[in-house]
């Protein structure tokens, strides 16, 4: 079958509009999308949307996915084929992935015809990090198959309205949203299975963006940070236009401003990446090459971090076929600070001058590295590696084999009646939780949010990872739900409500699946009570839970090594 998210896709193509008429209209006839009214309605096809709908769907009940942009899938089909499953020595995070998430890498297994090895792995409990990673390719493939196999109805490119009526209520109830097509989709429960949160955020619920104060919470680890030692400059980098001049201003993707006071409140958030997908096999490559706006000043960084003896960070082939996730965890990588600030609550005009403006630096980076002259004449093994690398022909064919969107680590997360914070997750004496929906299994996990100066130095402040403080997470079903005087048919399983810290233990795709799953589960439960999602029982919901082979209890996954 093809989706209508297809049928937007192949419509661009003007070659093809014609033959593909009839197509559309009966296609449209056959599988009720002139239908606006869902029992539930998704907006976002994320991870945690697409676990959502397939599992609204299989419990009987009519589900729409309303995507902003043309693909389904979020960032599991923009190059993230990492998965962050079983990639540190120090924990086993493949015990907690169950339910619709474990199916869903069980049929990339399939996909790739290692399904036996798959199989094998889960039964004994191994850890082989090779099993769990994919291509977006082959994972959009098999997330289209498995919507249209669960008759799930696709709404792409239907971005919700920035009017003000955009999302109308009746007291403290969801009726309809409306999308910047001017289409009106009503339902008895809606899902923000966003990052960016837009529709909890047009249906007035509470949220917040960037870091809390550290006394908000009594927290220990959010705020600004006194010292980053995660991912910090293994040299000294001079970050005047002319050195040792501060007067002569600062050079490229560094931010003015003061440090500010440690563990005060500001608006700043994650870096946000492409990860990248990138190939060796010349058959299969688009060569590095200069984008639109080009400008050699914004890599001076670079060429200073090489000379005072810096090793640059490579790609590496870790997904399968020899392919990259080329993300940016180092102390200088395609990581972009301070340039996403007015992401979260931008208009789409805004949201898309950010974007361009991280595709362009990206894009600028890697023809930069491969080609310079003077970053071969400071490090000739560096370039060299670098020009051996293309981007993959067969990963988004659409977009000249580059990610169609960036890895937003974080925008809008809901403040609830509940908040998970980092003393939910620290090992000693963690905040007992008695409604847990999923276990997440990840540390505290958040990156720089500012490249500065400190010192006279170039400084990257905000990183928070690893170490031996934390606990599996066991994730609040009351943190999905807002405030009961806000709304009563609302879930969100990607804008949790939680602290900045906190969030970064629950960020993960497998984790948006578990999550997804759990708001599916919750929905139909309030739909057939005919109660707010505020009353849902967790006994019957941790019943439904368990009877679909999630994991409610931390014991179960063990613990990080110290």
């Known amino acids: 079958m093809i989706t209508r998210c297809e049928i937007q896709q192949m419509l661009k193509n003007r070659k093809l509009r014609s033959c593909l008429l009839l197509l ?15 029992d539930v309605i998704i907006y976002g096809g994320t991870a945690a949307g697409y676990s959502a709908a397939i ?30 499953i079983d990639n540190h020595k120090e924990f086993q995070n493949s015990l907690a992935v169950k339910g619709i998430a474990l199916e869903f890498y069980s049929r990339v297994a399939k996909a790739y015809g290692r399904q036996q090895a798959f199989d094998k792995m889960i039964r004994n409990k191994e850890k082989n990090p090779a099993l769990w990673r994919m291509e977006s390719s082959v994972a959009e493939r098999v997330i289209k198959d498995w919507l249209a196999e669960s008759h799930v109805v696709l709404f792409c490119n239907h971005p919700l309205s920035d009017a003000k ?10 009726i309809s949203l409306k999308t910047k097509a001017g289409q009106i ?33 009594n927290e220990t680890l959010n705020g600004i940070r006194a010292e980053t030692t995660h991912a910090q400059f293994d040299v000294k980098v001079d970050p005047f236009k002319t050195p040792r001049e501060p007067k002569s201003g600062l050079i490229a ?39 639109p706006g080009f400008n050699r000043n914004n890599y001076e960084i670079y060429l200073r971090y090489l000379r005072a003896g810096g090793k640059l960070y490579k790609p590496s082939a870790n997904l399968p076929n020899g392919k990259t996730d080329l993300g940016a965890w180092h102390d200088l990588s395609h990581n972009l600070y301070g340039m996403n600030v007015a992401y979260p609550e931008g208009s789409d005009a805004r949201r898309k001058q950010i974007l361009l403006e991280h595709e362009t630096f990206t ?31 067969d990963e988004f064919t659409d977009n000249n084999g ?68 934390w606990r599996p997470l066991p994730v609040s079903y009351r943190s999905m739900i807002p405030k009961r005087k806000q709304c009563t048919n609302l879930l969100t ?7 900045h810290i906190a969030y970064g233990a629950v960020r993960l795709e497998w984790t948006f699946m578990a999550l997804g799953q759990a708001a599916a589960l919750a929905a139909v439960l309030a739909i057939d009570s005919k109660i707010a999602v505020q009353d849902v029982g967790y006994i019957q919901l941790k019943h439904e839970l368990l009877l679909h082979g999630a994991f409610v209890d931390p014991d179960h996954v063990g613990m990080p090594e110290d």
């Open 185 to 217: 989709f009503q339902g008895s429960i809606f899902i923000d299975a966003s990052i960016e949160g837009d529709l909890l955020a047009a249906a007035s619920v509470s949220y917040t963006v960037g870091r809390e104060a550290n006394s908000v919470y």
């Open 363 to 393: 894009k600028g980076l890697f023809y930069f590295l491969a080609t310079d002259p003077q970053v071969g004449m400071l490090d000739q093994n560096l370039q060299n590696e670098w020009a051996g690398w293309g981007y993959a022909k």
């Open 253 to 291: 993707t560094i931010q003015q401003g003061p440090f500010g006071t440690p563990g005060a409140a500001d608006k700043n958030l994650q870096a946000f990446c492409f990860r990248v997908c990138l190939t060796k096999q010349k058959d299969n490559q688009i060569a590095f090459y200069k984008p």
């Open 24 to 38: 559309i209209t009966l296609q449209v006839s056959l599988n009720g999308f002139s239908q606006k009214k869902f």
């Open 55 to 84: 599992q609204v769907a299989r419990q009987g009940k009519t589900v729409a996915i309303i995507e902003p942009g043309g693909h389904i899938g979020g960032n599991v089909v923009e190059g993230l084929g990492g998965t962050d």
């Open 493 to 499: 399983p990607t804008c949790l409500s939680s602290s």
């Open 402 to 469: 580059f990610p169609r969107m960036f890895y937003v680590r974080d925008a809008r997360r809901m403040v609830s009646d509940y908040v998970i914070t980092e003393h939910h997750v620290r090992k000693d004496n963690p905040v007992k939780v008695s409604d847990p929906v999923c276990i997440a299994y990840w540390p505290t996990d958040v990156h720089s949010v500012r490249r500065i100066v400190k010192d006279g130095y170039a400084y990257n402040e905000g990183f928070v990872f690893g170490g031996n403080y």
């Open 165 to 174: 009526n955009s999302v109308v209520k009746r007291g403290s109830k969801i």
